[in-house]
């Protein structure tokens, strides 16, 4: 079942900062987060995994609640390279199923 | 490290037609995922491969299947061409299932 993104666009100016939700209704395992600008191939940004384990860039920040099924994207001090479409992806269950189903992306716009 | 490779990378079909996509991941990464992208719905899951078998399969009709070589490549078939189909292709490897994936540029088809 694809998570559901909030919101589904935002607008800032250089510096400021931005929270990307990521919601599922059912038990996750693991949470990724991916960017991808206009015209490129989705990167990973970081993967956040029940138990509490994260991987990713240094400058990214998140959070996931495992009780609640949510996850949050923090996007602190926002510079014009933020610039892009941000999807979650999200694994379910035990892990055993490694489905990752994407939700429907949030366009982050920075301007000068 | 040559990143995940995707062929051809524009395709115009018409309908009824059949289409393969082809993708050569990361050299290591045994696990294949595909993804449909079209405006508006992200990523749409196709299916996951890992070690020549089938791991996941998304919600797709019987038209579209895949599969994976012994030297981890995978092909994506499309037959039956629809204009609903009209989307980019995105494969993404991985290390293996579950973990974080590093996607191809795409196969844009267009099926008119």
């Known amino acids: 079942q694809q998570p559901v993104q909030s919101p589904q666009a935002v607008i800032l100016r250089e510096g400021e900062d931005a929270v990307i939700n990521c919601s599922s209704s059912?038990?996750?395992?693991?949470v990724h987060w991916y960017r991808q600008k206009h015209g490129e191939a989705p990167v990973f940004l970081m993967i956040?995994?029940?138990?509490?384990e994260q991987k990713g860039h240094e400058k990214i920040s998140a959070s996931f609640n495992e009780k609640k099924q949510q996850s949050s994207l923090y996007l602190t001090a926002s510079q014009l390279s933020y610039s892009g479409t941000y999807f979650c992806g999200t694994q379910g269950g035990s892990g055993s199923n490694y489905k990752l189903t994407f939700g429907k992306g949030t366009l982050l716009t920075v301007n000068p | 490290k040559a990143g995940v490779t995707q062929t051809p990378r524009y395709l115009i079909k018409t309908r009824g037609q059949q289409v393969t996509l082809s993708c050569s991941p990361i050299?290591?990464?045994?696990?294949v995922s595909w993804y449909q992208q079209t405006p508006g719905q992200g990523l749409q899951f196709l299916f996951e491969?890992?070690?020549?078998?089938?791991?996941n399969k998304g919600n797709f009709p019987g038209r579209f299947s895949g599969r994976q070589f012994s030297n981890s490549r995978s092909e994506m078939n499309v037959s039956t061409l629809e204009l609903g189909d009209s989307a980019l292709y995105l494969c993404a490897s991985s290390l293996g299932p579950g973990e974080y994936k590093y996607f191809g540029a795409g196969t844009r088809l267009s099926v008119l």
């Open positions: 956040l995994l029940k138990g509490g």
């Open positions: 050299s290591g990464h045994r696990s």
């Open positions: 059912k038990a996750l395992y693991s």
């Open positions: 491969y890992f070690s020549e078998t089938q791991r």
